[in-house]
T-cell receptor, first 113, second 114 residues
Framework: GQQVMQIPQYQHVQEGEDFTTYCNSS?????IQWYKQRPGGHPVFLIQ?????EVKKQKRLTFQFGEAKKNSSLHITATQTTDVGTYFC?????????????FGKGTKLSVIP | DTEVTQTPKHLVMGMTNKKSLKCEQH?????MYWYKQKAKKPPELMFV???????INESVPSRFSPECPNSSLLNLHLHALQPEDSALYLC?????????????FGSGTRLTVV
């Protein structure tokens, strides 16, 4: 089936450092969504990107969608302990003929105070 | 109300038991989903309902039986489960099937099969 690859699997950063997670698909995505799941919690929708080359910001978070709509990234500036959790990208491949999200494996972020 | 409510939060059941998981939303969302999440893994889609009709069944074993009594409720009936079915079961909803909308997830039911 369709896959969305996400790296890295784990990231440990010192508080105040930046963090980036990347998603990549071998085929074109219709759009991509990002979710955050805190330890012991459930996924929480962060944002959706639809247009080629789109960039969206939410405070310290910057989301990008590649020009070819095959890759995406989430960048957090100056991480805080509240950023701890697993970040998932989820995308729909064009022409899939169905409406379902394919989740990446997630990047687990640990922030050292 | 911007929440998806799932009950129970925790469930322990034997392999011969029958139980049901419940999910409720009052956001007027017309698409509802069941996901299964194992530890340290991403959510895996099980079922999709759109306008109370089953739209997608991701080859889920028949021991899992979904039901959508109305536009606000989604149930997952469990029967003769196996220990490997132990996982976090997440319900989600969205305004519609088309992916112009983010999913709202419930807090999940943590299921243990003994």
């Amino acid at each position: 089936g369709q896959q969305v690859m996400q790296i890295p699997q784990y990231q440990h950063v010192q508080e105040g450092e930046d963090f980036t997670t990347y998603c990549n698909s071998s085929t074109t995505l219709s759009n991509i969504q990002w979710y955050k799941q805190r330890p012991g919690g459930h996924p929480v929708f962060l944002i959706q990107l639809v247009k080629s080359g789109e960039v969206k910001k939410q405070k310290r978070l910057t989301f990008q969608f590649g020009e070819a709509k095959k890759n995406s990234s989430l960048h957090i500036t100056a991480t805080q302990t509240t950023d701890v959790g697993t970040y998932f990208c989820a995308g729909l491949h064009s022409g899939a003929g169905s409406y379902q999200l394919t989740f990446g494996k997630g990047t687990k972020l640990s922030v050292i105070p | 109300d911007t929440e998806v409510t799932q009950t129970p939060k925790h469930l322990v059941m034997g392999m011969t038991n029958k139980k049901s998981l419940k999910c409720e939303q009052h956001m007027g969302h017309r698409a509802m989903y069941w996901y299964k999440q194992k530890a340290k893994k991403p959510p895996e889609l099980m079922f999709v309902y759109s306008y109370e009709k089953l739209s997608i069944n991701e080859s889920v074993p028949s021991r899992f039986s979904p039901e959508c009594p109305n536009s606000s409720l989604l149930n997952l009936h469990l029967h003769a489960l196996q220990p490997e079915d132990s996982a976090l079961y997440l319900c989600a909803s969205s305004q519609g099937l088309a992916l112009n909308y983010g999913y709202t997830f419930g807090s999940g039911t943590r299921l243990t099969v003994v």
